[in-house]
DNA sequence: TATTGTTATACTCTATAACTATA
DNA sequence: TATAGTTATAGAGTATAACAATA
């Protein structure tokens, strides 16, 4: 028999998410970043982006990120590389400052989520990672449904 | 034996934090409400709630939290009413617009993750939400001990 | 014509500091 | 003095619409 969790699932996924959001916030200002530009660094450690990409990964409209790139890349953090095929599109790169506070920041991000996560076994771990994973494959299939559907409308 | 999970542990963290957010912006675009203005409704669904309190459960500061009740006061969705007993403080309740509103917000919150959930049998959801649990208990027992460190330094 | 990205504009969101009113 | 909340200010984040350059 299966214990009763203390919080309802859905409450429990909305304040998860205002954690997630915290410890963005709090890591962030440790390095004088704000929660976005922290999450965009934290994107780019793992290699260049293109601005269409990057606008799908964090959800924003293009025009939101071109302002957050700007914002980025006047504090010295990312820059912006053209395409040398496409010479409309460009891709979006860590400076050597960039690199340096991103990986602070990743791994403050990581660290601490770790560390929350410490009380939890292993194979507990594996379980929430696997579950999420199917939450976002869902998602992922419903707006690819949607965007289909509204195309052919 | 335990299967390995696609995604690394925080990094499904991240994501599903991202996705909750995503979530409330389509509902709250829905009901012409802005993502922050959605969750403010959501939670004052379950009754009136303190500056004091609604600042924590936000995280916002009480002047960032102020902001949010104005604008949101001016679309007439929520009341100020001053509490009896100290006149300094006041609570935040929802009008009858804001309660109508409120409740499809929550439901469209609710609903959304409940289907993106749709494949997790009930007793994996259930190990979310506990596994959840646990880790929101960590950061709460965390954020109590820097707090009284921070107040004996 | 379609796509990639920027600019212009108007909000909203947020924090810090200083303030008012009440306890 | 301490606490609950507001106001003033400044900057960051966001979306919509119109635009430029390239494909």
Redesign the interface.
Known sequence: M?????????D???????????VF?EVGREHDLTPQQAQLLCLLVGGPVGMGDLSRA??LEKSSLSGLVDRAEKRGLVARVRDSRDRRACHIELTADGTRIGVLAHQG??GR????????P???????????????A??TA?TAHTAHTAQNS
């Open positions: 299966t214990k009763e969790p203390v919080l309802p699932f859905t429990a996924l909305v304040r998860l998410a205002h954690l997630v959001q915290q916030g964090l959800h991000v990581a989520l770790e560390s929350l996560a410490g009380e939890l292993q194979d507990q771990r594996d379980l929430l990672a696997t579950a999420i994973g199917g939450i976002l869902a998602h419903h």
